[in-house]
């Protein structure tokens, strides 16, 4: 480790650095930070992120193996294309890999991201999705073969000897495929259809990636430990809105690129320091974005409306440069924003060994943080539908969390849950998704509140079931359940955990300031000035809600300035806060670390143009979301509902729903996006309090459906 610091240190003495800015600080270590780090790297071994040599050995044999199985099938499809010989034999593919093992980062039990490169003359559609499909199944150490054509990157699932493989395709312009073939030059790009496009841009980020971060080692470590957090805290997802594993790579890259002596410890507060302070929509780059000369699209939101809508732009370094983090949406960037934040809380606390590495892990409490949840549930005929239509669900997910906090004017706020689960009680094929539903904070509260979102749900099933793959059997249903009735099967063992008694709000505080969550501060009423509202999420989030509404007693995150590395205590100090150092000492603090930090976080937002947040009418399965028009012949007659309490008051009609939004007869895609950003959900006038506004505020109706899971869906 020492060695890889000092020659980091030279590379930077002689005035190189990676990335599109100058690096904020190139302080090496002290002794504490390498303690620190090789804490760091038990915590990580004892968590079990490491695959033993046994398995790493089977991994290379299964690539080994899969490489010949593609040279065999690209000479039998030349031969009955009807080559000669000597071109049969000349014939050649190869096998590359990508994601977090051609990183160094997978762990025990991951997947292979592979990607098989072939001629010209071996086509996709037959001889990748059929010929070498029939191939693969029938070996008898393939299972579980799983083609997936109509994806936006097409892609190929199966275990090899039980260990999964995902298995991409591109075809280049050639007719020979050199085995020493070099597919980080963008000429590999010329004359090749998009979809090669796509699967060639995971191995080519992949490889830039490596070669723009100053040291390797650091950097695979930093990022294990950033993914761990990542599944630990449930924002690591690409389908549902948060980051997925290049993502998460990129970011952690850009620190490493900042910070390039620092060794894992100070890598990982950094993150957390500098993503906290990030002004977002600005964009995440390891290098500058270059046009290129082959006139491929790449981000750029002075030219392209659509980049603008972006919410956390994350670019990736190879060209044609893109945005791989689009799925994110405001609520999801509200998520993984607050995480960040207490991160960076939970790594000062261990810079000032008031806290340790177990604390930044713990489990993020979902099922217990919030007490309004969707619950999405999903049936199909046998395990190979239940596979495609998942895969569609998923894809779609994100649409019902742009169209719920658009229609309710983003006071309603949605959460998703990372990943599915499954009650393995249950008979038939299954899966079920959730989501949190919480209000904005620092909205105010209005009695007699109501969302009416039967009508979003409706249009979001109705745009699911247009599935053109969809078969008979092939099911959805959403409901709302509350946090006592949530399914026992979403819990470790099927136990509900333990709610303990209520705590005071220091006591909260207090733990939360080091990271500690109590469960008395989750998911607590809280007294505001018109009745009761949802605290909506763990001490966090009520950390954060303190904040806004007593600013006296914290100090704002934005006015934290970094310090040379000069030991664990004294890395940062908060501009104003109360000392006995002169005046003149504390002017000093800012320094030109200080300016580099703020410089590289952003300064003020990009002065993009404002637009409506972007609902694409493609989905990740490369198809229309409705198959053209979206409510052929069909009206809706449901109306956005005001609910007025107090005497001799009842419902009344939206003018809104007298406008159309209620109803959209012969509409397309477009014309309905446009039509529904008006609003459905309205915020209900107050009046005379009554027994009925006991009920917490936020309420929801949906429409009622057949077989749901809790029965009740009017239930409030």
Known sequence: MANSVQAGAQTQAQGKHLGVTEPISLAAPTEIDLLRTRELEQFLVNAGLYESQEEAVQREELLGRLDQIVKHWVKRISRNKGFNEQLVQEAN???????????????????IDTLCVGPRHATREEDFFIELHSMLAEMPEVTELHPVQDA?????????????????????????????????????????????????????????????????????????????????????????????????????????????????????SRFFRVYTQWRWPNPVMLCPIEEGTLGLPVWDPRKNPRDRTHQMPIITPAYPCMNSSYNVSSS?????????QRGNEISEAVEMNKADWSVLFEHYPFFEAYRNYLQIDIVAADDEDLRSWKGWVESRLRFLTLKIE??????????????????????????????????????????????????????????????????????????????????????????????????????????????????????????????????????????????????????????????????????????????????????????????????????????????????????????????????????????????????????????????GVGSFPNVNMDELESSMSVGQGLVGLSGAKTDSQKKPLIRLKLAPTTNSSNGNLNAC
């Open 93 to 111: 593919a190869k096998i590359f890999t990508f994601g977090s093992y051609r990183l160094g980062v997978h762990g025990p039990g991951a997947d």
């Open 152 to 268: 936006h990157v097409p892609v190929m699932k199966f275990k090899f000897n039980g260990i999964s493989v995902d298995l991409l395709y591109a075809r280049l312009a050639l007719w020979v495929i050199p085995e020493d073939l070099d597919i980080s030059q963008d000429s590999i790009l010329r004359n090749v259809d998009e979809q090669s496009v796509r699967s060639l841009n995971g191995c080519r980020v992949t490889d830039q990636i490596l070669k723009l971060v100053p040291n390797i080692q650091h950097f695979r470590t930093t990022l294990r430990c950033m993914k761990f957090w990542a599944n630990r805290r449930g924002v690591y997802s690409n389908v549902a809105g948060f980051l997925g594993g290049v993502n998460w790579a990129l970011l952690t890259a850009r620190i490493c690129q900042l910070y390039p002596n620092a060794v894992p410890s100070m890598l990982v």
């Open 332 to 340: 999801t960037l509200r998520v993984m924003t607050e995480e960040f």
């Open 406 to 659: 658009r229609h309710t004017f983003g006071i309603l706020q949605c959460h998703p849950h990372p990943s599915e689960c499954v009650d393995t009680s249950r008979k038939g094929h299954h899966y079920a998704f959730f989501m949190g539903l919480s209000r904005k904070q620092g909205v105010p509260v209005q009695e007699g509140e109501q969302f009416d979102i039967r009508v979003t749900v409706e249009e979001f099933r109705h745009s699911v079931n247009m599935y053109m793959l969809r078969k008979p059997g092939m099911e959805i249903y959403v409901s709302h359940v509350r946090r006592k009735n949530i399914p026992l099967f979403v819990f470790p063992g099927g136990v509900r955990p333990v709610r303990g008694p209520k705590t005071s709000s220091t006591a909260g505080r207090q733990s939360a300031s080091l990271g500690m969550k109590t469960s008395q501060s989750t998911g607590s009423l809280v007294k505001t000035g018109s009745g009761e509202t949802d605290l909506c999420c763990d001490s966090s989030v009520a950390r954060f809600k303190r904040k806004r509404e007593r600013p006296e007693e914290t100090k704002s995150v934005r006015s934290l300035h970094v310090l040379p590395a000069q030991g664990a205590q004294n890395e940062s100090r908060l501009q104003g806060e109360n000392t006995d150092e002169p005046a003149q000492a504390v002017s000093q603090i800012i320094s030109d670390e200080d300016i580099a930090f703020q410089k590289v976080t952003g300064g003020q937002a990009a002065a993009f143009v404002p637009e409506a947040e972007e609902l694409d009418t493609f989905d990740d399965y490369g198809m229309y979301a409705t198959g053209g028009r979206l409510m052929e012949q069909t009206r809706i007659t449901s109306t956005v509902v005001i609910e007025e309490s107090g005497p001799g008051r009842g419902q009344r009609e939206s003018p809104l729903s007298r406008s």
